[in-house]
């Protein structure tokens, strides 16, 4: 070992003792002739003295230090003077005075220090990532995201699950997304697809009877990011026999309950609570709801049936919907101007037509531009269906279900935290159960899966799925932390008739649903258990626990949102063999863009 002790470790027990330490230049303040150096390794940071009196060598090589070059120092571990304790560090108490000192290594100018207050640019971070590694942020968000790993293994490991491997090199998963490629060297003109998820593998390990797997699995999906997303990412993927949704949900109850009290010393009750989709949807407009604070949605498509609101009254009448949201207390706080803003965003965010508006007076009166347009009794049901007090905004939507839902979600959303209607390190745990099977592709009358092609529906809606698959629900649960996914599964099919009909009601026809999954149909009639899962993603449940709102800051080496490396410079051009030997030619590029 170069060192006997690290940069967090010496205290007042050590006082007098020599030792040696290693570590990085974390700063250095320069007092008359003494020099102070904060040296830093990932367990602390100690206070380290040069004295006048020192070797002359040690002082001349100690005026050359700059910040970050990475020394080995020995000495002697001292007391600090009287009121110079720093109570915030494990060292605080003493100071390392250097009898001797040796450049490991230099370092250049840096284009940041770990140690400066501002976070640097994120480019800048992304490119010298070994810099921004050393940032104390990082450090404990990646030891957290550690620890949150070792709980859900140890949890799991408790709980009898065995932790399996799948292959990387695969053939495609339908996920939903796009698959990223691999091409085959051997198979020329053939591809292996990087696993969406270990989802068909899983299915297959308790249909050879392990019973109950898990694995830390890296998936991939080429799709365009959002800010939550990355192209590649981790999941807890966990798979059981002989389970029905209800046993796959206590189980990640249970794993929740250890991880809140184990990460964050939080006493949570079990069991979460649980929306269905439907209430979800009608109460909050989406199906990962926030629930740490209410303002629910309102539906008053009765009431504007009959008022004399031409916009209220057209919409219920054709079928749509006129739902609101009180926004409690916030009427002087939202003058006419960001009304306006509001009003803006729901249009050009949410392709609504409008946004209406009351205002509840001192005297219990609905102001509103449009309120000459109700009769006293539509303003007093009004009221009192949506439980108006005096100081209280009314925000209402008329237009058909989906812009409500997207509009008010959206308004809800940012209400809640503009308005501080929470403390936003509360964590709040909830599941969202029976999402339908099915939803319809946009402008056709095809169907596509709501999860994945292999969930259950529910016993009771086995019957429906000829002769009505919109109404069918299915076996699937979503589990959401503070209005963010952070998981979700399903009961899978077992039978292979009702997969190969669900695959028919994708539009798989027999020979193509052979042609991708014939394995799987195979493989489910050779004694196929009842089983299902889920997945959790471990970047945004380390983003939750860690109160972070960037996933990128989760994970070690992200990618950009055009899913680039910013400090390999992945993905990149190859050598013109490399393609030759895969028997690729490339016919469009854009290597000379800039990422
Ligand atoms: N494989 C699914 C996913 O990655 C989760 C599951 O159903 O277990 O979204």
Known sequence: MLRTHTCGELNKEHIGQTATLCGWVDSIRDFGGVTFIDLRDRYGRTQVVFNPDARSEVIELASKLRNEHVIKVEGIVRQRPDGQFNHKLSTGEIEFVVNDLQVLNECKTPPFVPGQKDVPGEDLRLKHRYLDLRREKMLQTLQLRSRIIKTMRDYCADNDFIDIETPILGRSTPEGARDYLVPSRVFKGKFYALPQSPQIYKQIMMIAGYDRYIQVARCFRDEDLRADRQPEFTQLDLEMSFVDSDDVIGMIDGLMKRLAKDILGLDIQLPL??????????????????????????????????????????????????????????????????????????????????????????????????????????????????????????????DTWEVSCKSLYGIRKRMGAELELYDPSQMHFSWIVEFPMFEQVAESDQWSAMHHPFTAPRDQDLKDLDSDPGKTRAKAYDLIINGYEAGGGTIRIHDSGIQQKVFGLLGLDAESAQERFGFLLDALKYGAPPHGGIALGIDRVVMLFAGLDNIRDCIAFPKTQKAYDMMTEAPNLVEPIQLEDLGIKVSKTNANSSP
């Open 273 to 398: 609570p649980r929306l269905t989709y439907d209430e979800a949807m009608a109460r909050y407009g989406h199906d990962a709801p926030d629930l740490r604070f209410g303002m629910q949605i309102v539906d008053c498509t009765e009431i504007a049936r009959d008022c004399g609101f031409g916009v209220f009254k057209s919409t219920a009448e054709s079928g749509n919907f006129v739902r609101g949201i009180n926004a409690s207390g916030a009427a002087s706080k939202f003058s006419r101007k960001r009304i306006d803003e509001l009003t803006a965003i729901v249009k050009d965010d949410f392709g609504a037509k409008g946004l209406a508006w009351f205002r509840c007076e001192e005297d219990g009166t609905l102001f509103s531009p449009v309120a000459k347009f109700f009769s006293e009794e539509h303003l007093a049901e009004i009221k009192s269906k949506m439980d108006a007090q005096p100081g209280d905004l009314l925000l209402f939507i008329a």
